[in-house]
């Protein structure tokens, strides 16, 4: 299944903190099923793509950040599979 995760930066953002976030980072790498990586231009968080079949996987890595980032991830769905759903909706 698709998700959508955004993750904001929380507490102070000093290159101590900063530092011990991107190794966390650099030990676990790139998030399972990650499609895409996308941060914000005002450095305040960013967004992932994942295909994510294991629930657990997807908690562990958001503990595994919950002290630098608030993570929030929600379903989402392709436009050619939610078409015909909304159109389903309409009759």
């Given at each position: 299944?698709?998700?959508?995760?955004?993750?904001?930066f929380v507490g102070d953002r000093t290159p101590e903190r900063t530092a011990a976030l991107m190794s966390v980072l650099g030990e676990r790498?790139?998030?399972?099923?990650t499609q895409a990586h996308y941060?914000?231009?005002?450095?305040g968080g960013g967004w992932l793509i994942q295909e994510i079949t294991?629930?657990?996987?997807?908690?562990?890595?958001?503990l595994a950040y919950s002290e630098w980032?608030?993570?929030e991830s929600v379903p989402i769905l392709g436009m050619d599979e939610a078409a015909p759903k909304?159109?389903?909706s309409l009759a």
């Open positions: 299944m698709l998700f959508m995760t955004t993750y904001k790498g790139e998030a399972e099923g941060v914000r231009a005002d450095s294991d629930a657990a996987t997807a908690y562990a890595d958001a980032l608030e993570i909304i159109l389903e």
